[in-house]
């Protein structure tokens, strides 16, 4: 009964707190849950049945005391960077200016203007293409491959270019047969001047007289007859300069020394194709003619370097590039050039000067133009083409004439086979019999000069010399560029001389032949 009572007695207090104040029950009752909490919760003593457990948190211990000694160390290494860095991020908040140029300013030596020329390229090609619809809008399709053929035929069974380009076979088989006489000396030396004097003669009367006689040789015909004519001759007159040079070798060599220049022929390898090393007079054969002929050069000489094989996938490139470009050609002189000429012959007539200036500059852009893409076609696809297929080693056709500070510059890298046939036949044999270099220079250009108006006044069957005249005008141009304007001044006054210069003489044969021809029915 007392254990009772005890038992009983705080729990009576217990309610009793309750009930009077709930201040003391809060007191108690927390004082209880400590005591209660302090009975449930074990003593914190370490255990000694697991020895496990305390080997690991003895190495974890360790672990933790040698990263932060490590951490210690890398932020001393580390704090002489910081506070150099923080330095140079103060100094650089401090002064914020250098010395320097305007990348514009030639004193800075910049050069990359990449982004402009892609500029310069988007922006021609969109006043171009305006341009371009607006000759579509204007005059519609123009562009008729038919009429591409009866430029060259006026009857198709009238073929007076064909037939006058297969008569040039006469004048080549005539200069392989005179220079093997000369070589084993059936006639003499003088006699064989005279004979090759003859020929080159014929090779440009001949052609010329009869597109002047023939009604049925078109402008077109004419120009292609005689371009080719033009280059035999340039070619024929090398094989013979040529082979005197090999003769005079030879004579002098046979006058110190037993046995004569003229070798057997031995045979070296040129990579996977063998080819034979001639010597005079062994050269003198139909084979070799005839490849000089089709060769892509005007300079004649005994071996010339070979390309080991032939690139099939290139030849396929030069193939589709020439004639796509042919096409094209045709294309934007059909809807581009023609309608342009087309108007500009009232105020030729009427002389209005400024309607005058307005179509030589129009006419400006599309000639430009197509004789860029006319230079690309001849002179890197078409003579690759030819080069590829006859493996031709020696590929510089041109050089980077686009860079041409002076006029000279540029006749001496645009067309490198004229160039070269000048110098070696021309140029320099008036140079070792004392003719100095202004005049001989001005020879050069005369020699142009005159081939030049013999390909555009023959075929049009008119002589005006605007040609002739154009090319002469280059020697002052020369002289005046090259002695007061330098750099980007010099290659500008070359842009513009090509662009300004070859639209005139176009407008000037146009206009003389339209009024030839058409004058008295307008």
């Known amino acids: 009964m007392s254990d009772r009572a005890e038992m009983r007695g705080p729990v009576t207090r217990r309610r ?113 293409a305006r341009l371009f619809l607006e000759n579509i809008i204007k005059y519609g399709i123009l562009v008729d491959p038919i009429q591409v053929v009866s430029l060259f035929l006026k009857d198709p069974y009238s073929w007076p270019a064909a037939c006058l380009i297969i008569v040039s076979n006469v004048f080549i088989l005539a200069a392989l047969y005179t ?18 004097v003859f020929n080159l003669v014929s090779m440009l009367i001949f052609p010329s007289a009869t597109v002047l006689s023939l009604t049925s040789m078109t402008p077109v015909g004419g120009v292609f007859s005689l371009g080719i004519y033009t280059v035999l001759f340039l070619k024929l007159y090398s094989y013979q300069d040529t082979n005197r040079w090999c003769r005079e070798i030879r004579q002098a060599k046979a006058k110190r020394l037993t046995r004569s220049y003229s070798c057997p022929s031995v045979a070296q390898s040129n990579g996977s194709a063998v080819h034979t090393h001639v010597s005079y007079p062994g050269n003198l054969t139909h084979r070799d ?151 001989a220079q001005t020879a050069v250009f005369l020699v142009s000069a005159f081939f030049h108006e013999y390909l555009v006044s023959v075929p049009l069957k008119m002589f005006r010399l605007w040609a002739f005249m154009g090319m002469m005008a280059q020697v002052p141009l020369a002289w005046f560029v090259g002695r007061f304007l330098n750099g980007n001044y010099g290659n500008a006054a070359v842009w513009i001389s090509l662009i300004i210069g070859q639209p005139v003489a176009v407008l000037m044969y146009v206009h003389d032949y339209y009024v030839i021809h058409y004058g008295s029915t307008t």
Not at 47 to 55: D, F, H, N, R, V
Not at 188 to 196: A, D, K, V
Not at 300 to 310: H, K
């Open 289 to 439: 003619m005839y490849y000089f002929v089709f060769a892509p050069t005007l300079c004649y000489q005994l071996n010339f370097p070979r390309s080991p094989r032939i690139r099939k996938r290139f030849l396929m490139r030069r193939l589709f590039e020439m004639l796509f470009f042919m096409q094209l050609l045709v294309g934007l002189i059909q809807q581009w050039m023609v309608p342009t000429i087309q108007n500009s012959m009232k105020p030729f007539q009427e002389m209005d000067f400024s309607r005058m200036v307005e179509r030589l500059l129009k006419l400006a852009v599309p000639n430009h133009l197509i004789w860029l893409i006319f230079f690309y076609w001849f002179f890197h696809s078409s003579m690759n083409f030819v080069a590829e297929l006859l493996q031709f080693g020696d590929r510089e056709f041109y050089k980077d004439w686009w860079n041409s500070e002076t006029v000279t510059y540029f006749w001496a890298n645009w067309n490198i086979p004229v160039h070269k046939w000048c110098l070696r036949h021309f140029y320099k044999p008036m140079l070792r019999k004392g003719i100095n270099k202004f005049l």
């Open 16 to 128: 009793r707190t309750t009930i009077s104040g709930s201040g003391a029950v809060g007191i108690k009752q927390a004082n209880g849950s400590k005591c209660h909490d302090a009975a449930e919760r074990p003593p914190q003593y370490p255990a000694k049945g697991k020895p496990e457990e305390a080997a690991r948190q003895a190495t974890d211990n360790g672990k933790a005391g040698r990263q932060t000694a490590v951490s210690a160390q890398q932020q001393l290494t580390n704090s002489p960077r910081k506070q150099r860095s923080a330095v140079e991020d103060i100094s650089d908040k401090l002064s914020c200016h250098v010395l320097q140029e305007s990348l514009l300013s030639s004193a800075s030596g910049y050069s990359n203007y990449r982004g402009i020329l892609n500029w310069c390229v988007v922006m021609l090609v969109l006043s171009n």
């Open 179 to 196: 220079e093997r006489r000369l070589a084993v000396g059936t006639i003499s030396e003088t006699t064989g001047l005279i004979l090759h």
